[in-house]
């Protein structure tokens, strides 16, 4: 994960698409309500904004291992490496993988405080992840335009940069935030958190996430959400399940978009589906075209047995 693709280098920043965001509230006619009182389960000293959290997520935060890979290099023999050179890896590879399970025990206990706000609020959050281009976005401005007529929705956009992706989904008239990850590769949850509180109040209904597109570390972050789902287009080819595993096994649902584009294409969709469930035996799957809207009844009925298993696993803990 991103101890070794380097992605925590630069502090994230969360902002909302500035230029339609008041408008967009205003619209909706919700108090912007501070829900920081709510987030005070947060452990003490933890700003829980998602810089803050950052702080420990840069290399700031890795100084043992990177001076101690720095070390290493500059201690190598010319004539190769010798035994005492391996025992050094060893300890810095040793240093950055509990580096890695320190990040990630930080982010599941962050992530467990979102989850338990969401349920609280009775929001079924749903996590889509994918590749670059795979239609994240096109799925969502269908979704939201066709969701909002029956219940809230919202969204919390993660790119590197640009506000485009919230802006388009505010201009199907849904409430977005941005998030802008800078040079990491993945949204984490504490910039869930604090995006989460500079949304209207969407209790009851649905919020997605969109997070950065990369079908490798958003895959590790919990963020809080109620399921992952990810969205594999067919231009990408039948084998991208088996290439990167990881998001397949993450992943409740697998949505397979553009099929519209099927005749131009040679994709296996039988192969594609196979491969995912040797991964996954339990991913479920839905083929769509968030151009043409095909196969969107069957992903709302999917929506809403996630929303009642949510609801009914909630009755079971109050009884
Ligand atoms: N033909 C076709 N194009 C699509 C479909 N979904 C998205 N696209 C196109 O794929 C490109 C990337 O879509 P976008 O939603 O921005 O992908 P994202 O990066 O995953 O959010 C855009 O040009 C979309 O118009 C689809 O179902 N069919
Ligand atoms: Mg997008």
Request: charged letters at 25%; glycine letters at 8%.
């Amino acid at each position: 994960m991103c101890a070794v693709c380097g992605c925590h280098e630069e502090t994230p920043s969360t902002k909302r698409a500035e230029a339609n965001d008041m408008e967009s509230h205003e619209r909706y006619g919700d108090r912007v309500q501070d829900k920081s009182d709510r987030h005070s389960a947060y452990p003490p000293g933890d700003r829980r904004s998602a810089s803050s959290d950052h702080a420990g997520h840069s290399y700031d935060s890795y100084p043992r291992s990177a001076n101690d890979q720095a070390h290493n290099r500059q201690a190598l023999p010319s004539g190769g490496i010798g035994p005492a050179d391996l025992a050094a890896l060893r300890i810095s590879r040793k240093g950055i993988v509990e580096i890695e399970r320190d990040i990630l025990g930080k982010n599941n206990g962050i992530a467990a405080v979102n989850r338990a706000l969401f349920v609280a609020d009775d929001l079924l959050v749903l996590n889509l992840l994918s590749s670059p281009g795979a239609g994240k976005t096109t799925l969502l401005v269908r979704a939201v335009s066709d969701l909002k007529r029956s219940r809230r929705v919202g969204v919390i956009e993660g790119d590197q940069q640009t506000s485009n992706d919230a802006e388009r989904i505010q201009a199907a008239g849904v409430p977005a935030v941005q998030i802008n990850t800078g040079k990491n590769c993945h949204l984490d949850a504490a910039m869930i958190g604090e995006a989460y509180r500079r949304l209207p109040m969407i209790s009851g209904g649905i919020l997605f996430i969109e997070n950065v597109g990369n079908l490798i570390c958003p895959a590790a972050f919990d963020l809080g959400e109620a399921c992952k789902i990810v969205v594999f287009s067919i231009t990408e080819g039948e084998d991208k399940p088996i290439k990167y595993p990881d998001m397949f096994a993450a992943s409740s649902l697998m949505v397979i978009n553009k099929i519209d584009l099927g005749s131009l294409l040679e994709f296996d969709l039988g192969k594609a589906i196979e491969y995912a469930r040797r991964v996954n035996p339990k991913i479920e799957v839905l083929v769509v075209s968030a151009r043409t809207g095909e196969g969107f009844g069957a992903l709302y009925a999917w929506i809403d047995k996630q929303a009642r298993r949510q609801r009914r696993a909630l009755e079971d803990t109050r009884r």
